[in-house]
Structure formats: C-alpha cells, structure tokens
C-alpha cells in the first residue's frame, strides 16, 4: 500500500549503542516519558503528520503488562494528537507475537526465537475500522477519545484469540506482570 508508517518509541531504546543508531535511521519518533520535554515527541508526530505520513503509536505509552494480556488503561497522548492534528486512528490488534520473542534476556530471546522456528506460531493482525473520536471541543474529550481507542483495541483483540480470552495459552516466564493499570473488559473477555 506503500505505506511507510513513523513508530513512536521509548527514548532508552535510543540510548542502546547500535539499536539507537538503527532506531533514528529508521525515522522512528523518540518518547521520553516522564520528562520535561516528552510533548516534543507530539510535536514530532504532528509534523510527520502534516507531511501526510502515518504515526502507530502505543496508546498505553508501553508495551502491556496485563496478566491476561489485554489493552491496559491508555494515555491521552494519542488522543490528543489525533485531536488536534484530524487524524484517522486505526486500531490495529495483533496475537501471537508474544509466542516469538520473550521479554527479557538475550539467551532466552534467542531460544525462544530458536523455538518459533521450529514450532512456528501463528501471529494474527487485524486492522479495525476507524475510531469515532467524539467532540474535539467537548471538556474531557482527549480523556474519552482515549477510551474509545482503548474499546477498539479490546474489541478488535477479542476475535484473534478466541480460545484465549481470559489468559494466554502461552506465558512467557520472563515477563513481567502488573495489574496497577488495569482497565475494565470486554464483555466478550469475562
């Protein structure tokens, strides 16, 4: 489709010696969360837009850490740019990634890509219909749109994992897991 879509990523991922090079190479917009200048990464994100390229971003600001592996509460920061650029968000859900490449850990990495070889899991992506922001001028609407999005996601997640929906049939040992930004679920989820 020749789409070339700007990732938005964490800024210690640039501070890696060799990543960091291949990340900025890449054109990817650099976050750093909780600090002074992280609004700089929505001024990025809104040039790349006005130059009509395409953003994906996270909305949740992280990779997700939720037991059962669904979307967690998001950040409005998404939202807010979408907002205030006009921008289309797409939900895009994906399952399966998570049975390639563990966490945490060079070795285990390289095993379980090792394992994904031999095994080949099957990694589902399932890009949803645009999301309904609301009312750009409404008091909260970067709060409500985020909720949208975050619904869109959840909704959209639900059919890729069928068998899966309340905890993953595959967990990773490496991961880490936190229920502090937990959200409510899908009906569909239990």
Do not use: N
Not at 1 to 22: C, W, Y
Not at 35 to 64: H, K, N, Q
Not at 140 to 166: F, N, V, Y
């Amino acid at each position: 489709r020749g789409l070339a879509p700007r990732f938005m990523a964490a800024g210690g991922l640039f501070r890696a010696p060799v990543v960091g090079r291949m990340l900025r190479a890449a054109g990817l917009i650099r976050v750093d969360r909780r600090s002074p200048t992280v609004a700089t990464s929505l001024d990025a994100a809104r040039a790349v837009l006005d130059r009509g390229a395409a953003v994906a971003a996270y909305p949740e600001g992280r990779i997700g850490l939720d037991p059962g592996m669904w979307p967690e509460r998001g950040k409005t920061g998404l939202a807010r740019l979408a907002l205030t650029s006009g921008a289309t968000v797409v939900p895009v859900a994906q399952w399966g990634a998570h049975e390639v490449m563990c966490w945490h850990g060079w070795a285990s990495m390289l095993c379980r890509l090792g394992r994904a070889v031999v095994t080949r899991p099957v990694v589902r992506v399932h890009f949803g219909p645009p999301v309904d922001l609301g009312d750009p001028h409404r008091h909260g609407a970067a709060a409500a749109a985020t909720e949208r999005i975050m619904e869109a996601l959840a909704t959209q997640l639900a059919p890729l994992r069928p068998a899966e929906l309340r905890l993953p049939r595959y967990v990773d040992p490496t991961r880490p897991l936190t229920t502090a930004r937990r959200r409510r679920r899908p009906s569909a989820a239990g």
